[in-house]
C-alpha cells in the first residue's frame, strides 16, 4: 500500500539558494591536490596533506561517488587510510579528476569528517546533484560513538553545497533520519536525481524496514532548497527470494528504451553489484537471468555518463593481510567498467577504450616452462589435458600489461583459463572457465574459489579474452561482454602462464602489449 509521510527539515540556511609501497600500492606517494596519478586503477596517495600525522599516510580508494560536469568525471570517493589512530573519524571524501578515464589527478579531501558529537563523525556513500547554479552533495553520515547513539539515529543523510564542486560547505541544519517503519541503524547512501517523470527530485536511501527486510526507500521534492523532502513507498524491495539484508549503493539510470536499478550486496551467497531492469522508472523491475554487473572483488559499483557512453565505478577490494590467502577487505583501487546495452536491454561489460589504447607497445611472451601436453604452433598453444593437468608457464610481464587471446574449449567438462603468481614451488592463482558449472571463477594458490560471475559457455567456439593487469589488480574481460575483477598480491613480480584441467584447449593469438 502506498503512503505518504512528509518529513520536515529545520529550514535550510539562506546562502543554500540551493538544496539542502612497494605494489600494495598503485599510484604515486605526492603531497597536495592537483597532481597526476600514473595508475589506471589508482588508490589515493600517501601523506596527501603534507603532514607528518600517521592519519595522513597511505590509504586506499572506498565507494565511489562519480559526476560528469563540463567535460570532466569529477570521481568522489571514500577516502579509507591505511592508518585511523584512535579518536578520529574516517572516510572522508576526496576527489580524482579525469577526462578519458585512463589518466587521472589527485585533487585531495573535499568533505572532512566531523567531531565524536556530530552526525558525520564517519562518513558514508552519497551523490552529486546540480540544483539550478547550485551543486548539491548528500552523502551518508555515521556516528556509533556510544555516547551519540543513546540519543541519535546511528546514520542519517546529510548534505553540502558547492558553487564549484571543489569548496564544500556542509549545511548543518539538514538531516535526515529513518521514518516511521525503518531502521534508523542502516539508512544510507542517498542516492539524487531529476525524476523527469515525477518533474520533482528523487532521493533513494538504502534501508531496512522494522522487519529487517532490505528496501531501497524513496523519498521525492519539488525544492531541494525547502529541505521538504516527501517519503514515498520503496522503489525496490527484497524478494523472499532474494532475502538481501541491505541494498547499498543504490543507482538508477536510462539506456536507451530501459531503466536500470543498481545496487550491492554484500551477505548472500553472490555478492557483488546487482542490477534490475524496466520499461519504466516506476517499474515492475525484473531480474535478468545474470544480474552481477562484476564478481565480488569489484564492489559498490556506481555510474556516470558523459553524454555517450555509460562507465559504472566500483573498488577493486584488499585482502588482509596483503598476500595472496589473506581475506576480503574493505576498499582498494577503483576499477571502472564501460557498460554496454546488449540486444535483449542486458547490461554487459568491457573495458573503457582509452585504457585498451594505452597498450600498445607489443611485447614478446617468453616461455618459462611448457608440460609435455602442450604444443606451439606459430604462437597458438594447445593444451591437452584431459588426463593430466596442461600448463605452459611465462616470464614475468611486469606492472602493468595487457593480454589478449582467443580461447576454444574442445570440451564439455573440465577447466581452462590462465594462471598468475606461478612460483618455483607450484603456488599460482588461477582464473578460469568452467565450461560445467558455467562460470568464470577465480581461485586462490590454496585452490580457494575467491569470485566468480556467470557464462555459458560452448564447445568449438572462440572466446576473445583481454586481461589488463596493474599491480596486484587482474581485471578478464569476454567478448565485451563480461568481467571479473581479481587481486593477485605477487602477480607483477612472478610467472604467469596457460592451464587446461581435464579439459582440451586451444589458445590462438596470445599477444602481450605494455604502455609505451
Same mark, same amino acid.
Given at each position: 500500500m502506498?503512503y505518504?509521510?512528509?518529513?520536515?527539515m529545520?529550514?535550510i540556511?539562506?546562502s543554500l539558494a540551493?538544496?539542502s609501497?612497494?605494489? @600494495? %600500492?598503485? &599510484?604515486?606517494? *605526492?603531497?597536495?591536490g592537483?597532481?597526476?596519478i600514473t595508475s589506471?586503477?589508482?588508490v589515493?596517495p +600517501?601523506?596527501?596533506?603534507g603532514?607528518d600525522?600517521?592519519?595522513y599516510?597511505?590509504?586506499?580508494?572506498g565507494d565511489?561517488?562519480?559526476?560528469?560536469?563540463?567535460g570532466?568525471?569529477h570521481i568522489?570517493f571514500?577516502?579509507?587510510?591505511?592508518n585511523k589512530p584512535a579518536?578520529k573519524g574516517?572516510h572522508?571524501?576526496h576527489?580524482?579528476?579525469?577526462?578519458?578515464?585512463?589518466h587521472? @589527478? %589527485?585533487e &585531495?579531501q573535499? *568533505?572532512?569528517f566531523g567531531k565524536?558529537?556530530?552526525p558525520?563523525?564517519?562518513?558514508?556513500?552519497? +551523490?552529486?546533484v546540480?540544483?539550478g547554479?547550485?551543486?548539491?552533495f548528500?552523502y551518508t553520515?555515521?556516528?556509533?560513538?556510544?555516547a551519540?547513539?543513546?540519543?541519535n539515529?546511528?546514520?542519517?543523510v546529510?548534505?553540502?553545497?558547492?558553487?564549484?564542486l571543489?569548496?564544500?560547505?556542509?549545511v548543518?541544519?539538514?538531516?535526515?533520519?529513518?521514518?516511521a517503519?525503518?531502521?534508523n541503524?542502516?539508512f544510507?547512501?542517498?542516492?539524487?536525481f531529476?525524476?523527469?517523470e515525477l518533474?520533482?527530485y528523487?532521493?533513494?536511501v538504502?534501508?531496512?524496514?522494522?522487519?529487517r527486510?532490505?528496501v531501497?526507500l524513496h523519498?521525492t521534492?519539488?525544492?531541494p532548497?525547502?529541505?521538504?523532502?516527501d517519503?514515498?513507498?520503496?522503489?525496490y524491495a527484497?524478494?523472499p527470494q532474494?532475502n538481501?539484508?541491505m541494498?547499498?549503493c543504490?543507482?538508477i539510470?536510462k539506456?536507451g528504451n530501459?531503466?536500470?536499478l543498481?545496487f550491492?550486496?554484500?551477505w548472500s551467497g553472490n555478492k557483488?553489484?546487482?542490477y534490475?531492469m524496466a520499461?519504466s522508472?516506476?517499474g515492475p523491475?525484473t531480474?535478468?537471468e545474470n544480474d552481477?554487473?562484476?564478481?565480488?572483488y569489484?564492489?559498490?559499483?556506481?555510474?556516470?555518463s558523459?553524454?555517450g557512453?555509460?562507465?559504472?565505478?566500483?573498488?577493486?577490494?584488499r585482502?588482509?593481510?596483503e598476500?595472496?590467502?589473506?581475506?576480503?577487505d574493505?576498499?582498494?583501487?577503483?576499477?571502472?567498467?564501460?557498460?554496454?546495452?546488449n540486444s535483449?536491454?542486458?547490461?554487459?561489460?568491457?573495458?573503457p577504450?582509452?585504457?585498451?589504447?594505452?597498450f600498445?607497445k607489443?611485447i614478446t611472451?617468453?616461455v618459462?616452462?611448457i608440460?609435455e601436453?602442450?604444443?606451439?604452433?606459430n604462437?597458438?598453444?594447445t593444451l591437452s589435458g584431459?588426463t593430466?593437468k596442461?600448463l605452459?608457464t611465462?616470464?614475468?610481464?611486469?606492472k602493468k600489461?595487457k593480454?589478449?587471446a582467443?580461447v576454444?574449449?574442445?570440451?564439455?567438462?573440465?577447466i581452462?583459463?590462465?594462471v598468475?603468481?606461478?612460483?618455483?614451488?607450484?603456488?599460482?592463482y588461477?582464473?578460469v572457465f568452467?565450461?560445467?558449472?558455467g562460470?568464470?571463477i577465480?581461485?586462490?594458490?590454496a585452490?580457494?574459489?575467491?569470485?566468480?560471475?556467470?557464462?555459458q559457455?560452448?564447445?568449438?567456439t572462440?572466446?576473445a579474452?583481454e586481461?589488463?593487469?596493474e599491480g596486484?589488480?587482474v581485471?578478464?574481460?569476454?567478448n565485451?561482454k563480461?568481467?571479473?575483477?581479481?587481486?593477485?598480491?605477487?602477480?607483477d613480480?612472478?610467472?604467469?602462464g596457460?592451464i587446461?584441467?581435464?579439459?582440451?584447449?586451444?589458445?590462438?593469438n596470445?599477444q602481450?602489449?605494455?604502455p609505451?
Open positions: 502506498k505518504k509521510n512528509t518529513i520536515m529545520a529550514s540556511f539562506l540551493s538544496c609501497q612497494e605494489d @600494495t %600500492y598503485v &599510484g604515486g606517494s *605526492i603531497s597536495g592537483n597532481s597526476e589506471i586503477y589508482p589515493p +600517501s601523506q596527501w596533506m603532514a600525522d600517521p592519519y599516510s597511505a590509504g586506499y580508494t565511489i561517488m562519480p559526476f560528469f560536469d563540463n570532466k568525471f568522489y571514500l577516502h579509507d587510510a591505511q579518536g574516517f572522508d571524501i576527489e580524482y579528476i579525469s577526462t578519458d578515464l585512463v587521472f @589527478t %589527485y &585531495g573535499m *568533505i572532512p565524536t558529537t556530530d558525520d563523525f564517519a562518513i558514508g556513500t552519497g +551523490s552529486v546540480k540544483v547554479n547550485l551543486y548539491c548528500y553520515g555515521h556516528n556509533e560513538t556510544p551519540f547513539v543513546q540519543s539515529a546511528r546514520e542519517s546529510l548534505c553540502a553545497t558547492s558553487t564549484d571543489k569548496n564544500w560547505t556542509k548543518p541544519s539538514f538531516k535526515i533520519t529513518a521514518p517503519g525503518y531502521y541503524y542502516d544510507r547512501d542517498p542516492h539524487v531529476y525524476n523527469e518533474k520533482k528523487s532521493m533513494l538504502s534501508t531496512q524496514t522494522e522487519g527486510k532490505a531501497l523519498f521534492s519539488a525544492d532548497a525547502s529541505g521538504k523532502w517519503v514515498q513507498t520503496p522503489i527484497t524478494t532474494e538481501y539484508l541494498m547499498e543504490a543507482d539510470f539506456m530501459y531503466w536500470y543498481m550491492s550486496e554484500n557483488g553489484t546487482h534490475r520499461a522508472i516506476n523491475w531480474t535478468p552481477i554487473i562484476d564478481g565480488e569489484f564492489y559498490a559499483g556506481k555510474t556516470a558523459d553524454g557512453k555509460r562507465y559504472v565505478f566500483g573498488w577493486n577490494a585482502k588482509t593481510p598476500n595472496d590467502l589473506g581475506n576480503k574493505w576498499a582498494g583501487n577503483m576499477v571502472i567498467h564501460e557498460l554496454i546495452q535483449d536491454g542486458t547490461l554487459g561489460t568491457q573495458a577504450q582509452k585504457v585498451k589504447d594505452l600498445s607489443k611472451a617468453e618459462d616452462k608440460s601436453n602442450v604444443t606451439i604452433n604462437g597458438n598453444y584431459v593430466n596442461a605452459a611465462f616470464k614475468s610481464i611486469g600489461a593480454i589478449t582467443e576454444t574449449l574442445g570440451n564439455a567438462n573440465g581452462s583459463g590462465f598468475f603468481h606461478t612460483n618455483d614451488s607450484g603456488s599460482y588461477k582464473i568452467d565450461i560445467t558449472k562460470k568464470i577465480g581461485y586462490n594458490s585452490s580457494q574459489e575467491v569470485t566468480r560471475i556467470p557464462f559457455f560452448q564447445t568449438n572462440k572466446y579474452v586481461i589488463i593487469t596486484s589488480v581485471v578478464l574481460y569476454i565485451g563480461a568481467a571479473l575483477t581479481n587481486r593477485i598480491y605477487g602477480r613480480k612472478n610467472k604467469w596457460l587446461a584441467e581435464g579439459q582440451n584447449t586451444v589458445i590462438s596470445l602481450i602489449t605494455q609505451e
